[in-house]
Nanobody, 116 residues
Framework: QVQLVESGGGLVQPGGSLRLSCAASGSAFIINRMGWYRQAPGKDRELVALITSFDTTNYADSVKGRFTISRDNAKNTADLQMNSLKPDDTAVYYC??????????WGRGTQVTVSS
């Protein structure tokens, strides 16, 4: 079993920045890929950013140039730096981890609200 815990959400004004962090814990696991997804009220969960163990990244078009995903393989953490935030970025943000055995895990989510 792998547990994912997100932190760093909150309320920020448009144009502001937030940094989300995700920490994975458990026993005997190797993470292949980590990612951040988000779900706004009334909408489906969508991909925000992914990063592989080789630091290959992939971003949703809506966040390219504003968000940056990074990870620390030794610590099993993944961060999401969010700049130039917009009201449309308001959502619950979820951390996701794909383990080498094919299992996928999710965190409980952290709320990000962008509002003046």
């Amino acid at each position: 079993q792998v547990q994912l815990v997100e932190s760093g959400g909150g309320l920020v004004q448009p144009g502001g920045s937030l940094r989300l962090s995700c920490a994975a814990s458990g026993s005997a696991f190797i993470i292949n890929r980590m990612g951040w997804y988000r779900q706004a009220p009334g909408k489906d969960r969508e991909l925000v950013a992914l990063i592989t163990s080789f630091d290959t990244t992939n971003y949703a078009d809506s966040v390219k140039g504003r968000f940056t995903i990074s990870r620390d393989n030794a610590k099993n953490t993944a961060d999401l730096q969010m700049n130039s935030l917009k009201p449309d970025d308001t959502a619950v943000y979820y951390c996701n981890a794909l383990i080498l055995n094919g299992s996928t895990y999710w965190g409980r989510g952290t709320q990000v609200t962008v509002s003046s």
